[in-house]
């Protein structure tokens, strides 16, 4: 969906003391998020969504290429257009795509870092020279086919892994049990996709649910329809919730057995789809992160009423991890790009707050062939010098070669730094010389990485450079 700039919006909708406020929630994800982004002005809020979710794993940066992603779908549906063309049917390259469409090409063709590719948030002004059966791909994916073939060979390091029955759709989609397991469960974040109101949506801030703190920030069906019993005039949703609880009814199980009713408010061009991602729940309904930037919402983020999610919810994906690729080296290559590799650290908060994960990447279109990552943790004592907190070696022995290199340190450790409020990482990045990856005096370590110092606090995650060593 294309994000709208409008005008504010005049009626609002409460219901207040209905909904229990943001601060009951069960199940709350957003410190372990990385930062909430801005699609800008293009249809790209899938490829937004998947990227969300595949930035919590371990060993993955916080910032992912969007921009490589959306161009490998609109390859896929511009090679779906050429074969169309030849049989004499009007091409559909549009702007967005399904989450499963989305997912397959992830597991195969993977996207990069941000650096790597930038994402540009506006539409892409092209010539009126260029013919049109290709005018609406350079449009939307602001790449040629050939340069993206290139690309890919060299940029597919980061790809989603999902088990086949991992995207969930129709009935199994609008679940708000499974939803709610999967959450419960550990998984951070689960891309979804929507039925919208394209303006009533970019209004949340007129037009949303409050709760009894007055936030409103809660998405409910009356931002799409309308609902009645048969034979009785239509009411807000609202209005419909109020007149179910007093009858003891549940609204959604009353609309499928036809005891109530239901109709769009505006006409059908007003409704789109739209992708986020959900990163816990509260007793009002699942907590979102969006892609319209801090300004929307609660800091990015939303409440999505669980009857929403039941009648207007269109896909899911499970999202098990990210395959890291990292690219088998010769003995002569391994050594010199593991010491020129641009290496970054990135730092997780566990689940509560229990803990802190650390983990480590390198900026680069591939990722070197390392076998073991040594984390040396230092924490600030009360003299203003430095104690080891942990020194630990992480193998990375996977027959797939993927890797996160992932340290977790203990709820104890997380709480000795929080009371010195200061942090400071070494990072030793080497390989074996023989096959035997058990035996520590065989490794080599060509080069040391520093990062840090900095306080503790943080909000989310987040990635650091190296203060020395490059």
């Known amino acids: 969906m294309r994000r709208c ?21 069960q199940v709350d994800y957003r410190a372990q998020q990385s930062a909430v982004k801005d699609q800008g002005r293009r249809g790209t809020c899938a490829a937004f969504s998947v990227c969300a979710a595949m930035e919590t794993f371990p060993g993955v940066p916080t910032d992912l290429s969007e921009q490589i992603l959306y161009a490998t779908i609109k390859l896929h ?22 989450l499963g469409t989305y997912a397959q090409l992830a597991r195969t063709l993977g996207t990069c870092a941000e650096d790597v590719f930038p994402y540009n948030p506006n539409p892409k002004a092209v010539p009126d020279a260029v013919p049109d059966e290709v005018r609406r791909y350079l449009e939307l994916a602001q790449v040629t086919p050939e340069d993206l073939e ?10 989603l892994d999902m088990a086949d029955d991992g995207l969930l759709q129709l009935d199994a989609a609008k679940d708000v049990v499974r939803i709610k397991a999967e959450l419960d469960a550990g998984r951070m974040a689960i891309p979804v996709s929507y039925v919208i109101h394209v303006s009533a949506w970019p209004g949340l801030d007129e037009l949303g649910n409050t709760d009894a703190t007055g936030v409103r920030d809660i998405v409910h069906p009356g931002m799409l329809e309308q609902f009645g019993r048969p034979g009785e005039p239509w009411m807000t949703y609202n209005e419909a919730k109020m007149s179910c609880m007093k009858s003891g009814e549940d609204l959604i199980e009353g609309l499928r057995s036809g005891k109530w009713a239901r109709r769009a408010h505006s006409p059908q061009d007003a409704y789109g789809g739209h992708a986020v991602t959900i990163v816990g729940y509260d007793d009002v309904g699942f907590i979102v992160k969006n892609s319209w930037g801090t300004e929307w919402g609660t800091d ?96 990375v022995t996977d027959q797939k070669h993927d890797w996160s290199a992932a340290l977790s340190l203990s709820p104890e450790q997380t709480d000795r730094l929080g009371e010195s409020g200061m942090l400071f990482i070494k990072v030793r990045y080497g390989y074996f010389t023989l096959d035997d990856p058990t035996r520590m005096e065989d490794a080599v370590f060509p080069v040391e990485r520093q990062f840090g110092p900095f306080q503790t606090g943080m909000e989310g995650a987040f990635d650091v450079a190296p203060t020395i060593g490059g």
């Open 5 to 25: 700039v409008l005008a504010k919006l005049i009626v609002g909708m409460s219901l207040v003391g209905v909904f229990a406020p943001w601060a009951t929630g």
């Open 150 to 159: 290139q690309l890919r060979r060299a940029v597919g390091v980061f790809r």
């Open 300 to 395: 990015g983020y939303c409440r999505i009423a669980f009857d929403y999610h039941r009648l207007y919810a269109m896909e899911a994906l499970l999202i098990d991890g990210v395959t890291i690729h990292q690219w088998p080296s010769s003995s002569l290559k391994r050594r010199p790009e593991i010491e020129n590799a641009r290496w970054r650290v990135k730092l997780t908060p566990a689940r509560d707050d229990a803990g802190l994960t650390l983990s480590s990447w390198a900026l680069a279109p591939r990722q070197p062939d390392v076998q073991v990552v040594e984390y040396t943790v230092y924490t600030s004592s009360g003299d203003a010098s430095w104690e080891v907190l942990t020194r630990s070696n992480v193998l």
């Open 77 to 98: 549906q511009n090679n779906t257009d050429l074969w169309r063309r030849a049989l004499g049917i009007d091409p559909t390259i549009s702007e967005g795509d399904a």
